[in-house]
């Protein structure tokens, strides 16, 4: 019986996948870590908060910029530039922490200039949306599905657990004479994205020209010109809005008001990562209503309660409850709230659209991360209650745009069955 063998397409497709498999476990293991580090290196949680805000806030302004001068012939070049500058930035970041541990071991106070942390900071925010972006355009380059869509969302879902997995793992080991730390975990990190480089120099893409020749059509105004779509955005402001005002200092919030240790932080974001990708899965085949209000409320409408009920309460124990809801429910039900609208989109608008979609999250996150910042030193409830507030208005426009696509479906079925009812006389 003869060997089946992959095609091009679908091998280069693997070989890219694998790429962002291990860039995945090194984002997955060194941001579980990232705001510990940062505290124990004397910054607050208001401070980490603006700072993760300003890295997301300028990393929606590079892949605005990229995304409108980018072409998909360099998307390979560009992609590989920009892990190698990841990985020489995180150096840095090595050696700061390096020094301080030096400085500790030998009884004297090193305290580091902050400007070069909060550089080297930001940009690995910058370095980090970057590639997440442009991962799936350098895929329909070979190849473009919706299977290769959620693929490529899968791989990236599932590494980055496993990241947080092998990081939970080293944490506080003792390894070739030494107690593995946050820094030695940002080392390992560093191996990753480094065999995530070696990894872009084993396939070649197709040569490949850009879809629209000539002037760029002005995707604001494509956007504008549909009811639908402008809704959708201010929907996924919102929706990202919401989610890094709950669970933007997430670790933080675990180690400094459940008392959790960073270990036990680690297995838990861990498990629920896992079990989420599963509940994700399990939604999409078999668990999903086939009325889609049913589906938006049991998504975010049970999240807000939660929230809500939490708030009210004041207690820890359904304060976790409520965090762990919605780490659970996070990626299910995704074909529902924005798949239908990214999937619409004229195939010579889709990388603009997908670039400022991107935009618009990450503008919505940056705010999270900003208002979670300055209300977390008054507590866990005063960080779910604002979170809450945003809620209400993303489910109200999420409802919302529900009707608009219904009744723009009917629309459409009208109009075909017209023409059909013509064609048959």
């Not at 091009?8 to 060194?30: H, Q, Y």
């Not at 805000?53 to 980018?70: E, M, N, Q, Y």
């Amino acid at each position: 019986m003869p060997i089946k063998r992959k095609q091009p397409a679908k091998r280069t497709e693997t070989k890219i996948l694998i790429m962002l498999a291990l860039f995945s476990i090194s984002v997955g293991l060194w941001e579980n870590f990232r705001q510990l580090w940062l505290q124990e290196n004397g910054f607050t949680a208001q401070e980490i908060g603006n700072l993760s805000a300003i890295g997301t806030v300028l990393s929606a302004v590079a892949v605005l910029f990229i995304g409108k001068h980018l072409k998909f012939q360099h998307l390979k070049v560009f992609i590989t530039l920009i892990l190698a500058l990841k990985v020489v930035n995180l150096f840095g970041l090595f050696g700061l922490g390096q020094n301080i541990a030096t400085a500790e071991a030998h009884g004297a106070v090193f305290a580091p200039d902050r400007l070069p942390i909060d550089l080297i900071v930001i940009v690995d925010f910058v370095t980090t949306y970057l590639i997440v972006t442009s991962v799936y355009p350098l895929i329909t380059t070979v190849i473009k599905s919706n299977k290769a869509y959620s693929r490529r969302k899968l791989v990236e879902y599932l590494f980055r657990d496993i990241g947080v997995l092998i990081g939970g793992i080293l944490m506080g080991r003792y390894l070739f004479g030494l107690t593995v730390n946050y820094n030695g975990c940002l080392l390992v990190s560093i191996m990753f994205m480094v065999a995530a480089i070696l990894m872009m120099f084993t396939f070649k893409t197709p040569k490949v020209v850009d879809r629209v020749r000539g002037r760029q059509p002005s995707i604001t105004k494509y956007i504008l010109a549909s009811k639908i779509q402008t809704v959708y955005m201010i929907y996924a402001f919102l929706a990202a809005m919401s989610f890094a005002t709950a669970l933007g200092l997430k670790m933080l919030m675990l180690t400094d008001y459940l008392q959790f240790t960073p270990t036990v932080a680690t297995n838990f974001l861990l498990i629920t990562g896992i079990i989420a990708d599963i509940i994700g899965v399990l939604a999409l085949k078999y668990l999903t209503p086939k009325n889609d209000y049913l589906t938006m409320t049991l998504k975010f409408g049970v999240r807000l309660i939660a929230y809500i009920v939490a708030v009210l309460t004041d207690n820890n124990f359904i304060f976790l409850l409520a965090i762990t809801w919605s780490l659970l429910i996070s990626t299910a039900y995704e074909d529902i709230t924005d798949g239908y609208y990214i999937n619409r989109v004229e195939n010579k608008h889709q990388f603009r659209y997908n670039t400022f979609k991107y935009v618009i999250s990450f503008l919505g996150e940056a705010a999270g991360m900003l208002l979670c910042g300055i209300v977390y030193e008054y507590g866990i409830g005063a960080i779910l209650g604002s979170a809450a507030v945003i809620m209400v208005f993303q489910i109200v426009i999420a409802y919302h745009l529900i009707y608009l696509r219904t009744q723009q479906e009917r629309r459409e079925y009208e109009r075909q069955k017209r023409r059909h009812e013509l064609a048959t006389r």
